[in-house]
């Protein structure tokens, strides 16, 4: 191991950025630029962020977070860092758009997967944003890049708060602050004897000073302790992300070249045979879908079966198949040998048979969750099964593509399909969707499921149910509760008209 060399008095230091003479260790240090500035700027967001989102419920609150970090990171990035970022900056987009869901959707479900996935593409972009490429990923690389970003996002806070704070400099001044302590101490009774008098004196200076000490100080401070916690727990946050973001890159970090081949120890002939032994099976299977599913008469399930028992049972076995017959198709690709020519063409063939024969398995259970909601109607987790189901079905295709044309771009195609499906998700509105397709106006009202949906589903309760009896036990309940403004969303806004111009007063109540 080589020594440290060391700097002689006088002589220019390294470099704040690698150069070809200057070598930093090869595990990364932890290091903050203008600590000063960063330290504002974190603590200005940890303070935004815990006056907006201590809240019951979250609204336009989250976004005007992600855009604050944002924006902190601009500006004490600067132009230099904003040119590094611009070729991921791409992810931008898909955060902005995600958050700002959470600031138009009420119902818990699409809150919560937008803030996660939201949260997700933060920690992604705060790696990449000094360099790399996001698209060199593989499918392992971005749950571990997102758990580094984290892991590596906790060194920040400490070195942060010992660059940029004079840490010895409070005690050097407490002795200056002891007589101004004693001073308050003396000066408490007084007080307190000169208040009595004069609230005696004067009734409406006795009410003001009552109103000033009617508080419960538990509680006051129970509060404050709470407000200071949540405030510098989102400060230590805010430091993580920028001082991640803004760091020193080493090199060799993820997404800064592209994903070395694994080695291949499967050989070609033992992978052929389980490529065309599992394509008989599913030729087999397919068959028998295909002729009663898709040809037959598909109205009533098998014999023997009740509707739930045939769908329930068949869904969740063809899931649990699609998924193990993806990751089997990426895993053969990954490790089976295939020298030459006339291997490659066998094996993309055989594993293009695969995933047409894996679509039709997909196609069958989208059949089977179809042929139960027409008996049972829709509900937020059935909808969920059919975005994720026509996910899997949109990565298997383009698992297909990249078999013949750039099998390196999967990882980055799927994660933006999982995008998209999330902002479909949120495009489609579940709960207005359960109320247009499972609710029929002049038929029996299952207000029990109506008054469960979130404010989302009002404006649809509203074309279907108004002018009739039923409408004021089909508005959810906490359609409109008492919010302030950072609780506000386009769902919440919109269910507030109705409340206030269109719902019978004694259904207020």
């Not at 303070?47 to 989102?53: E, N, P, S, T, Y």
């Not at 002729?291 to 109205?299: C, K, S, V, W």
């Amino acid at each position: 191991m080589n020594p440290v060399p060391t700097v002689p008095h006088g002589e220019p230091r390294a470099p704040s950025s690698p150069s070809p003479d200057f070598a930093f260790p090869a595990r990364p240090v932890a290091f903050i630029q203008a600590p000063r500035r960063m330290l504002v700027a974190t603590a200005a967001v940890g303070v935004l962020a815990q006056v907006l989102l201590d809240r019951a419920s979250w609204g336009v609150s989250f976004p005007l977070v992600i855009l604050a970090t944002l924006g902190a990171l601009v500006a004490l990035g600067g132009h230099e860092a904003w040119e590094r970022a611009r070729p991921n900056a791409w992810l931008l987009g898909p955060v902005l758009v995600i958050a700002g869901f959470v600031a138009v959707r009420d119902s818990p479900w699409l809150r919560t997967l937008n803030v996660l996935t939201a949260s997700w593409l933060m920690l992604l972009l705060m790696h990449f944003w000094g360099g790399g490429r996001v698209q060199r990923l593989g499918m392992g690389g971005y749950p571990a890049v997102v758990l580094s970003s984290v892991g590596r996002g906790l060194a920040y806070p400490r070195v942060l708060a010992r660059e940029a704070m004079d840490l010895a400099s409070p005690r050097k001044r407490l002795p200056l602050l002891m007589p101004v302590l004693r001073g308050l101490l003396f000066a408490l009774p007084v007080l307190m004897v000169f208040g009595l008098l004069l609230g005696g004196a004067d009734v409406a200076f006795a009410a003001a000073l009552e109103r000033v000490f009617d508080v419960d100080l538990g509680d006051f401070v129970a509060e404050s302790l709470r407000n200071v916690l949540g405030g510098l727990l989102c400060a230590v946050a805010a430091a993580g992300l920028l001082g991640h973001a803004l760091r020193r890159r080493s090199s060799g970090e993820a997404g800064d070249a592209e994903e070395a081949p694994s080695e291949r120890w499967l050989g070609f002939t033992e992978a052929l045979v389980l490529i065309l032994t599992v394509n008989a099976l599913f030729l087999a299977f397919a068959s028998f879908q295909v002729q009663y599913l898709f040809i037959g008469d598909a109205t009533s399930p098998a014999p023997g079966y009740s509707y739930s028992e045939y769908a329930r049972r068949g869904f969740f076995e063809l899931l649990a198949v699609t998924v193990m017959t993806l990751g089997l198709v990426m895993g053969l690709a990954r490790w089976a040998r295939r020298e030459s020519p006339t291997a490659r063409l066998l094996f993309q063939v055989g594993t293009s048979v695969m995933v047409l024969l894996t679509l039709v398995i997909v196609a069958s259970a989208m059949k089977r969750l179809v042929m139960y909601e027409d008996v049972f109607g829709y509900t937020r987790l059935r909808i969920f099964s059919h975005v994720f189901m026509v996910l899997l079905g949109g990565v298997l295709v383009w698992r297909g593509v990249t078999l013949w044309w750039r099998p390196e771009r999967f990882a980055v195609g799927a994660h933006a399909a999982a995008l998209v499906a999330v902002m479909g998700v949120n495009v489609i509105n579940p709960d207005a969707l359960i109320v247009r397709y499972s609710q029929v106006p002049k038929g029996p009202v299952d207000t029990a499921l109506l008054r469960t949906l979130s404010a989302d589903a009002v404006p649809e309760v509203m074309r279907l149910y108004a002018g009739t009896p039923h409408l004021a036990d089909a508005l959810p309940v906490e359609a409109c509760p008492e919010l302030t403004w950072p609780e506000w969303s386009v769902s919440r806004a919109r269910a507030c008209a109705v409340f206030g111009g269109v719902l019978p007063s004694p259904a207020r109540d």
